[in-house]
């Protein structure tokens, strides 16, 4: 199931690119107009789904680091768009949000159930 988490928050995160970040005055802004930034958020995205299809305890300690800065990078993004512009945060920045924060906790998951697998074989 852990790996199933992990890959859902992939693919969240990878989507989270196409969608609205925050409206600017009636226009929307999605996140490829970050330009290479969206670029790695999609790669993440990739990454994470990769991760757990993979199942391997080593990859899950990158993907919790990963997915948290992720988590963390949004809500940065989150608050500039409120102080820079006086505008809402977009359902894209909260599907970046909640896609870094689930392929976190899927990959802090799979290395509590890897844990005990690998334990359970010796």
């Known amino acids: 199931m852990h790996r199933y988490i992990a890959m859902a928050g992939g693919a969240l ?5 196409f ?8 226009i929307s802004v999605n996140g490829l107009k970050m330009g290479g930034v969206a670029w ?5 995205g990739i990454a994470f789904i990769a ?23 949004a809500m940065n993004y989150m608050a500039d768009v409120r102080v ?12 970046l949000f909640i ?6 906790i899927g990959s802090v998951i799979g290395i509590v159930k890897t844990r005990k697998n690998v334990a359970a074989s010796m």
Do not use: E, Q
Request: one cysteine or more.
């Open 51 to 73: 991760i757990g299809y993979l199942n391997k305890r080593s990859l899950y300690f990158t993907g919790a680091a990963v997915g948290l800065l992720v988590g963390l990078l």
């Open 40 to 44: 790695f958020y999609i790669a993440v």
């Open 19 to 26: 969608l609205p970040f925050t409206s600017v005055m009636g």
């Open 84 to 95: 820079l512009s006086d505008a809402s945060a977009g359902i894209g920045l909260w599907c």
């Open 13 to 17: 995160t990878a989507i989270s690119v």
């Open 99 to 104: 896609g870094g924060l689930t392929g976190c």
